[in-house]
T-cell receptor, first 115, second 114 residues
Framework: AQSVAQPEDQVNVAEGNPLTVKCTYS??????LFWYVQYPNRGLQFLLK??????LVKGSYGFEAEFNKSQTSFHLKKPSALVSDSALYFC?????????????FGKGNQVVVIP | DTGVSQDPRHKITKRGQNVTFRCDPI?????LYWYRQTLGQGPEFLTY????????KSRLLSDRFSAERPKGSFSTLEIQRTEQGDSAMYLC????????????FGQGTRLTVV
């Protein structure tokens, strides 16, 4: 069964500094990888995904993520954090195999961007 | 708004009562998912429909839970004889049929069992 680890409960970063949110995964075969963001009292919003090809994926709001197969990681990054980036971030994985459609999510990382 | 819609947004119920939640997916999406999210955790998969067919069910979906999507459009999730442990956010998501596509989530229904 697929699983995701997001090792840090909270990530604090000063506004304007680089932001990194870590994610490692476990899956049989090749993965589809996703990042979602959740604001208070809101549903999950899709940020970006890795399917195949280029290991660096660019997404919404200036976010990007790098797929590293050897380290089974998919860390989310943003070069310059904004206060409005403060939210809960979830990494998710699904195998690239027909018939398995369930996303496995990590427990989430609370990002706090300090003005 | 053409996103995923869930109703109600909040539900407070007494232990032992039955509750039903509704999800309206994005209109052209034929896949529909239900997830449950508890405080401090990521969403956990409950069940999945392709059109009207329920194709996957998690072991989390006990006999007290039932989901339907009778015409392949909206879906309902019913919990019978609610327990305090059922208190959670219930999230619905939808997607198109291609394997590599992302799911779009609704705002969720927050259930509190007292």
């Amino acid at each position: 069964a697929q699983s995701v680890a997001q090792p840090e409960d909270q990530v604090n970063v000063a506004e304007g500094n680089p932001l990194t949110v870590k994610c490692t995964y476990s899956v049989s075969g090749n993965p589809y990888l996703f990042w979602y963001v959740q604001y208070p009292n809101r549903g999950l919003q899709f940020l970006l995904k890795y399917i195949t090809g280029d290991n660096l994926v660019k997404g919404s709001y200036g976010f990007e993520a790098e797929f590293n197969k050897s380290q089974t990681s998919f860390h989310l990054k943003k070069p310059s954090a904004l206060v409005s980036d403060s939210a809960l971030y979830f990494c998710a994985v699904r195998p690239q195999s027909y018939g398995n459609n369930r996303l496995a999510f990590g427990k989430g990382n609370q990002v706090v961007v300090i003005p | 708004d053409t996103g995923v819609s869930q109703d109600p947004r909040h539900k407070i119920t007494k232990r032992g009562q039955n509750v039903t939640f509704r999800c309206d997916p994005i209109s052209e999406h034929n896949r529909l998912y239900w997830y449950r999210q508890t405080l401090g955790q990521g969403p956990e998969f409950l069940t999945y429909f392709q059109n009207e067919a329920q194709l996957e069910k998690s072991r989390l979906l006990s006999d007290r839970f039932s989901a339907e999507r009778p015409k392949g459009s909206f879906s309902t999730l019913e919990i019978q004889r609610t327990e305090q442990g059922d208190s959670a956010m219930y999230l619905c998501a939808s997607s198109v049929a291609e394997m590599n596509t992302e799911a779009f989530f609704g705002q969720g229904t927050r259930l509190t069992v007292v």
